[in-house]
């Protein structure tokens, strides 16, 4: 897997090998899916798995190929160890092709919105999840694979421990009784887990999972009911969502009590300070959360 690792990546060495590891113990029972490729870092693990496999299916793969602005310092802030300077801005799939080389022969992409995916192909053995983080594509894509995703299918959720993709884990918490809890990948964010039983389409609509439909004490019962999942070198850093959801909801003065708990924690100031010179509009959201950060901002 050396030469994969020169592909940039937001995900951890760590999480494409569970990728691997989790494709190559579902290839040839269902569907492989990935949701939010980038520039085919995850992908290649996955492809590589199939290839290894002998099988000749294809991984199904959704994205925009559209690479942001915002990832030029994302790799400069976290790639510049690997001599990685400049990323491309704008189209991407040429780039990802390029980056798979011959294991496009494992993939079939599908370019465009995520709420904009149809899905004919069946069964589904293993979903991984990127692109997803709102509530408006969580719920689209829970509805238009509810069939799909059957008793025994694994989903690996990238970004659940990631702390403003919060809704992520609302979201999932709302089907807990529908999933069952496989493994956390460590170092990472992805929660890894596998469907106990198919819902309803009404159980994942907008409505169903909005955030509005949330009280302060319905939020810190699903914080302690995750606390229970989430590594330990992530608690920190996945109690500031829980933090984020209250000030969303109006719930200021709790919202502050809950990031004051971990404000001295090494890595959530360190992940403030970078909010705060990358995210402006993060900083006129959460102005209250900046207020108690402001020590560790300086």
């Not at 993709?165 to 890894?192: K, N, Q, W």
């Not at 949330?214 to 989430?230: G, L, M, P, Q």
């Not at 705060?276 to 560790?296: I, T």
Request: aromatic share 10%.
């Amino acid at each position: 897997m050396q030469a994969l690792n020169l592909i940039p990546a937001m995900t951890t060495d760590a999480e494409r090998e569970c990728y691997y590891r989790l494709v190559s113990e579902g290839v040839g029972k269902g569907a492989i899916v990935e949701l939010g490729a980038w520039l085919g870092a995850s992908t290649a693990y996955i492809a590589s798995a199939i290839r290894d496999s002998g099988s000749d299916q294809k991984a199904q793969v959704y994205d925009k190929f559209q690479s942001k602005p915002g990832h030029a310092q994302k790799v400069k802030t976290f790639y510049a160890k690997k001599g990685i300077e400049a990323m491309p801005i704008g189209p991407c799939l040429l780039d990802f092709q390029k980056n798979l080389g011959p294991l496009m022969g494992h993939v079939e992409t599908h370019p465009g919105q995520i709420e904009n995916l149809k899905w004919k192909g069946g069964p589904i053995s293993v979903l991984i999840t990127d692109a997803p983080k709102r509530v408006p594509q969580i719920s689209s894509v829970l509805t238009k694979f509810k069939d799909a995703l059957q008793p025994g299918s694994v989903m690996a959720w990238q970004d659940f421990c990631h702390f403003p993709s919060y809704e992520i884990p609302a979201c999932l918490y709302r089907l807990r009784d529908r999933l069952e809890f496989v493994e956390a990948v460590v170092p990472g964010t992805t929660l890894v887990f596998r469907v106990a039983s198919q819902w309803a389409a009404n159980e994942v609509s907008e409505q169903a999972l909005s955030l509005g439909n949330w009280t302060a004490a319905e939020i810190d019962t699903a914080w302690a009911y995750w606390s229970h999942f989430v590594p330990a070198e992530k608690a920190a850093l996945f109690q500031c969502g829980q933090a984020m959801f209250l000030c969303d909801i109006g719930e200021t003065t709790e919202a502050v009590a809950v990031l004051g708990d971990v404000a001295d924690d090494y890595a959530v100031q360190a992940k403030w300070r970078y909010l705060h010179e990358a995210r402006p509009d993060f900083v006129k959201r959460y102005k209250p959360l900046f207020g108690v950060m402001q020590g560790a901002l300086c």
